[in-house]
């Protein structure tokens, strides 16, 4: 008899223990109920696979809020006549977009096919969409980072002509960029919600402002990075309006979700989430008193920036984890059921 | 065309992709009471399917070394032991089967020893079945797929072109039952086709023409459902209460499976999720709360700029 109690822990198995078991020893005292955490499963393993994407997205993640962030600020600099802070933001817009395409190219199983995204636009694909988002979004950032380069060009001939094009032409983009970097910086919530991962598809309704208040954050550290002071002040009020939002839907997401928000707080995503908590607190109040300063600004802008680049690794770390252990598939699936009164 | 219930809800799937005058919508019924564990499904997907195998691996799971489904094994059969003597109503109904096996067999996993004949003395029950991709009326992985090399063929079943794949990976994330995986040394996405190839030529997949148990049945869906009813009934008439479909419920969260089992248990016991629902159920509600969330950026924005004209 005494053998079958290896078949027994086989089919029947508790979770990995590590989030309730912590939280057992007296660690951060969040109060959240966890029901026990016993259930059945096939020896253990992920009902749901976990995502074949690599940290690239997660770092896409970061560089399409900082994008769209910095777009923002740009445009709002171009129409209230801030030229360094519209040329920080265009500037970082287009590197940061950039960066989202390789990563986002790179991230594919098959690279030279990245094209044949291009072929259907399907609104039930948050992906497809946000394809067609980041090309519109792209080209524009483009031509408004291009415009930065007129004053450098010769007054005469060709290029002179160019070079009394360009700011139009950047205007223009800038504001189409702009106009589309909402978008940008909150489809990727949709991405992650739209799918099997236990912990993504349940925080669907705060993640999208996690994001928003990401990017913004990211978007307003850049200004505060690259402008001076003195054109920096819209930066700053974006910078520390975001970094609240932030960690205002992302205390949603580690709290408010029962056994859901277990993965948020727990192993590496709890981790890094708690990391950019703080990164993303000492930005904000860095970003309040040094005003006056350009140097407190800039490590201000640089921990908002760190704090950004965590919550989306952070994010990004909690769905995989919750598609990692079956209890986070089963347990939620099986109260359903018990409420319906099918089980 | 696509109408209210697209996203949710019963509906025929080959008509609601634009299908008009659709065959009959073609399923599996896999009846894991008379599954022997031969994995006969296994090695005849593999070869017709010409699927690269998935290494040597012993996974210490029972006779069970597949371990899942995956971009290479479209048909994955689980073993389950456990610790309760079988019922001898179940064991009947799965000797009947055995015996039905007209080609020379070793016959299932046993534990006693090899010709001894009579009911086995053992306090071990084994749990067999055949797993596959459940070709959801609601399927996520065709739903999020942002090449359209996913798609619904007229026979309801949904299929990967693997000449559009750029296996962003985006379907492994989104199936609600882990069936779908992207090919490592490959990299496109892969998995069960329902052998649309064969059944255009009105030939039985490969898994369920090897099944000599008839535990994996191929057929039109409505028949299958039915035939399916009758089966439980029989089965509970037989002293086999545990015997309940998984998957059959048009009105369940994947609107119903194309590929739905007779399980001895519950579903999580084979790996299953107890109630799936088609993430894009939410969609909708998630475009939304993504508006409400650009529309709180661009306010913010506008309000950080508004009235600071140096």
Redesign the interface.
Known sequence: ?SD??A??S??TVRGNGQGSGRRRGGGKGDRVMVPPAE?????G?????????THDVAAYLFTGGLA?GSA??A???D????PALRATGRVAALAAVGASGYLLVK?????G??L??L??A?P?????MG?WILTAFGAAAGAAAVAEAAPYLPRRGALGLAARALPTAGRVGGLVA?GT???L???T??LL?????PSW?EA??RL??V??GS??ASGGAAGLIGAPV??A???R??AV??AA?ELTATHGVEHRMGLLSEPYRTGKAGRLLRAARLLTAAGAVGALVGARSRAVSALAGVALLAGSAATRFGVFEAGRAS?ED?KY??LP??E??AARG?? | MAGPNSFYGPIDPAADAGWTEAPPRMGFFTDTSVCIGCKACEVACKEWNAVPDDGFDLLGMSYDNTGQLSANTWRHVAFIEQAAPPSEAAMDVLREAEASVSTQFLGMPSSTLPGSSGREDRDLRWLMMSNVCKHCTHAACLDVCPTGSLFRTEYGTVVVQEDICNGCGYCVSACPYGVIDRREDDGRAWKCTLCYDRIGEGMTPACAQACPTQSIQYGELDELRDRADKRVEVLHQRGVPEARLYGHDPADGVGGDGAFFLLLDEPEVYGLPPDPVVTTRDLPAMWKHAGVAALTMAAAAVVAFLGRRP
Do not use: C
């Open positions: 008899m079958h109690a078949h027994v086989a089919e259930f059945r499963s096939y020896y393993r992920p009902i749901v696979k976990p995502p074949v994407w769209a923002l600020v445009a709002g600099a129409l209230t006549g801030r991230d594919l199983g098959r690279p096919r990245f044949n995204m072929r259907v399907k039930t694909s948050p992906m497809s394809t702009a970097a909402p978008a910086a909150t489809y919530a949709v919600a739209d799918t099997a991962a598809h669907y309704p999208p402002f994001f928003a990017a913004l003195a054109e002040g819209p930066a009020t974006l309006a975001g939002l598609a079956p598939t089963v699936q099986r359903r059921l099918d089980a």
